[in-house]
């Protein structure tokens, strides 16, 4: 499995993350992710000199994924934009983009959740990671569309919700509901729906 392409830095992150989600933040170490790849001993400390650097690499790769998961959502008109469309319908199109996070990157999901608990002592990285799925920009815009009347702290009240609701999934009691289907959508976008109507 040994590669020579550029891309092993970011082979290296994705395996770490990988990593972290199968046996947690304590697994990773820079031999147990060139054994996982089956690099030669030493190459993991070779692009990322301490562990510090190779959670940073870690959080902006999460980070950037979700930049761009966001914009080309927006771009082809997927994710929900502030504007005269029904709660019922904002809140199925942001099930919808959250189903596709829960389906694609479970693994991502859960490495944010345990770096972000990991790193309360790291502001930098802690911040990056709190902000790096939902906009608080973009929630304030779409919550001011909707009429409400303090449109920032309804914003972090649905930014909570959404966070909760994620963690459900993969850690709470509704593990069993299988993203990708109508059945995981409609749960989520009841709830999401809720907090829409109320807000507005």
């Known amino acids: 499995m040994t590669t020579t392409t550029p891309d092993r830095r970011l082979l290296i992150v994705d395996s770490a993350i990988d990593l972290i989600a199968a046996q947690g933040f304590r697994a990773l170490t820079h031999r147990a992710l060139d054994t996982a790849l089956e690099l030669p001993a030493g190459s993991t400390s070779y692009y990322f000199r301490t ?6 690499a870690i959080v902006d790769r999460i980070a950037t994924r979700s930049r761009t ?16 469309a029904s709660a019922d319908a904002i809140a199925h199109g942001i099930a919808t983009w959250l189903d ?6 479970r693994n991502h999901l859960i490495v944010r ?3 972000i608990v990991e790193l309360l002592g790291d502001t930098e990285l802690h911040e990056k ?3 790096c799925l939902f906009s608080q920009q973009h929630a304030t815009g779409l919550f001011s569309a909707l009429g409400a009347t303090s449109p920032e702290a309804t914003a972090a009240d649905f930014i909570a919700v959404i966070e909760g609701l994620i963690f459900d999934r ?11 289907t109508p059945e995981s959508v409609a749960q989520l976008a009841r709830v999401l729906s809720t907090q829409l109507k109320a807000a507005a």
């Open 113 to 115: 959740h345990a770096l």
């Open 129 to 131: 990671l709190i902000g």
């Open 170 to 180: 993969f850690a709470g009691a509704r593990t069993e509901l299988a993203p990708g």
């Open 51 to 56: 562990k510090r650097a190779l959670v940073e």
């Open 100 to 105: 596709r996070l829960l389906a694609q990157r």
């Open 69 to 84: 998961d966001f914009a080309t959502g927006n771009s082809s008109g997927e994710l929900p934009k502030a504007g005269p």
